[in-house]
């Protein structure tokens, strides 16, 4: 991979990355389209990272479709499916690690402990393998998109990290491969999510400013549905910090449990937002 890269960007074609764990969705494929905008050739990675799994977290049973992807990505006019094995990613020895703090300690990094390490420390492993010039990450994994740009610019890496907005079912639900794990009644549930991020900015629209009286609205409606909250929080953009108030940079983001599966979705509160689910 590292030998093609170079051949590439030496023969002066630039590079975008677009790093996944597969099992393709058509948020996936849209990432891809986009990566083509930013460079002349586009890589994706696929590699389902073990180290920001934690114990009991869903590691051995995430979904894999190699055949399927590889067909997906072809058809976006990707140029390589990068696929390494754990054990070339990770082999014996492997002692190092990125660690990002801040913006990773809230939200999904208090019930994930290690998990954005383990993100960061494969996501640098990609950048110096590739070397790209751009490399794309959806709004979906809104903590993840700032973890990576947080790293990308206290060390200095020599790329523009593009964000991308949510991807979403006709009826709301946020695109994730994890969507696979839903029986029928368990997706029904899980329109919760987005009807709440819908439900929240309407009553944002209409006047209402009162986080704490929201949150037990939101949390309410989430479980009338069935689905156990994990968090529902008001944070801001740049810093993922709580919001005293409703301001233009608040985003409401929650992850919830339905059934076994977790799902985490977010929106802005205010204003037209090509990532929420209105
Ligand atoms: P994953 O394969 O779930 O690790 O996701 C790979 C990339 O696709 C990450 O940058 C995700 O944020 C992004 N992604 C996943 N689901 C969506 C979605 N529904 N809309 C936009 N981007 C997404």
Same mark, same amino acid.
């Given at each position: 991979m590292s030998r093609w890269a170079e051949r590439q960007r030496a023969a002066g074609r630039s590079l975008a990355l677009v790093p996944t764990m597969g099992c393709f969705h058509a @948020?996936?494929?849209?990432l891809m389209r986009a990566a083509a905008q930013h460079a002349d050739l586009v890589v994706v990675s696929l590699f389902v990272n073990p180290i920001q799994f934690g114990a009991g977290e869903d590691l051995a049973r995430y979904p894999r479709n190699l055949e399927r992807d590889a067909e997906l990505a072809a058809a976006q006019g990707v140029a390589v499916l990068f696929t390494p094995e754990a054990a070339a990613m990770y082999p014996p020895g492997f002692q190092?690690?990125?660690?990002?703090a801040g913006v990773s300690e809230g939200l999904? @990094?208090?019930?994930r402990p290690g998990h954005f390490d383990g993100v960061a420390t494969v996501v640098a492993k990609l950048f110096n393998i590739i070397q790209p010039r751009a490399a794309l990450f959806g709004r979906k994994d809104l903590q993840q998109l700032a973890v990576i740009r947080a790293m990308v610019r206290d060390l200095n890496w020599p790329l523009a990290v593009i964000e991308h907005p949510v991807v979403r079912e006709s009826d709301g639900l946020a695109m994730s491969s994890r969507n696979t794990y839903l029986s029928p009644d368990e997706r029904e549930s899980a329109r919760s999510l987005s009807a709440v991020l819908r439900h929240v900015r309407q009553?944002?629209?209409a006047g209402a400013c009162d986080l704490a009286a929201l949150r037990a609205e939101g949390e309410a409606i989430l479980q009338q549905a069935g689905v156990i909250p994990e968090y529902f929080e008001f944070v801001e953009t740049a810093t993922l910090a709580p919001a005293e108030s409703a301001g233009p940079e608040t985003i409401l983001a929650l992850a919830a449990r339905v059934g076994k599966t977790r799902l985490i979705d977010n929106a802005r509160l205010f204003g037209p937002d090509s990532s929420s689910p209105d």
């Open positions: @948020g996936h494929l849209s190092s690690k990125i660690s990002v999904c @990094g208090r019930s009553r944002v629209a």
